[in-house]
């Protein structure tokens, strides 16, 4: 039972462009919403988050849009840059808990 | 400022052999969660103590796994009899208490059972 879900495995974008990656989640008990960005070989680093109480959270080239409704999570970068080619994982934690469920993550590939 | 290290870094069992894997957190974090991640997925949770407390170890896998923080800060997470399934990367994590802090993540250990 997946209860996050990531459906694009990969995600191409060029140089300078808006990246938007998409996660879908199935569990109306989470309360909190998070990405993370992962390099190889380096552990998950948290980029940008959102409570169930907001529908948007902005930070720099990074925003991250909750729709309860329609129980989506998306991350929008813009502009993209080289740098941001990584693999990022959503991730959400149920109301009185700190565990992170994760998504199955989008490999992001910036090019130039 | 350091961050949370994990040791080893790679490890590569024979099937059926026990191993440690270590975890140092950020000093101060009263969390701290290990997570496996297997090739291609996202991390799954395994245990989560608050200082010395085992208080979640809803995602072992199997009594094979152990976990352990005996003094609240170094965790060891232990796997007994190795299968070639246990092959993965186990990551560990720290925050402060509350929750929604933000959990720092080790570089992880890659183990690999032959």
């Known amino acids: 039972d997946q209860q996050v879900k990531q459906n694009s495995p990969s995600l191409s974008v060029q140089e300078g462009r808006i990246s938007i990656l998409n996660c879908d989640y199935t569990?109306?008990?989470?309360?909190?919403f998070l990405w993370y960005k992962k390099y190889p070989a380096e552990g998950p680093t948290f980029l940008i988050s959102?409570?169930?109480?907001?529908d948007k959270n902005e930070d720099g080239r990074f925003t991250v849009f909750l729709n309860k409704s329609a129980k989506h999570l998306s991350l929008h970068i813009v502009p993209s840059q080289p740098g941001d080619s990584a693999v990022y994982f959503c991730?959400?934690?149920?109301?009185?808990?700190?565990?992170?469920?994760f998504g199955q993550g989008t490999r992001l590939t910036i090019n130039p | 400022g350091a961050g949370v290290s994990q040791s080893p870094r790679y490890k590569v069992a024979k099937r059926g052999q026990d191993v440690a894997l270590r975890c140092d957190p950020i000093?101060?974090?009263?969390?701290l969660f290990w997570y496996q991640q297997a090739l291609g997925q996202g991390p799954e949770f395994l245990t989560y103590?608050?200082?010395?407390?085992?208080?979640?170890k809803s995602g072992l896998p199997s009594d094979r796994f152990f976990a352990e923080r005996p003094e609240g800060s170094v965790s060891t997470l232990k796997i007994q009899r190795t299968q070639q399934e246990d092959s993965a990367v186990y990551l560990c994590?720290?925050?402060?208490?509350?929750?929604?802090?933000?959990?720092?993540f080790g570089p992880g250990t890659r183990l690999l059972v032959l």
């Open positions: 994590a720290s925050s402060h208490l509350d929750p929604g802090e933000t959990q720092y």
């Open positions: 569990n109306s008990m989470f309360d909190y």
């Open positions: 959102i409570s169930s109480i907001k």
């Open positions: 991730a959400n934690t149920l109301q009185g808990a700190q565990k992170l469920v």
């Open positions: 000093s101060g974090h009263v969390s």
């Open positions: 103590f608050q200082n010395e407390a085992q208080l979640d």
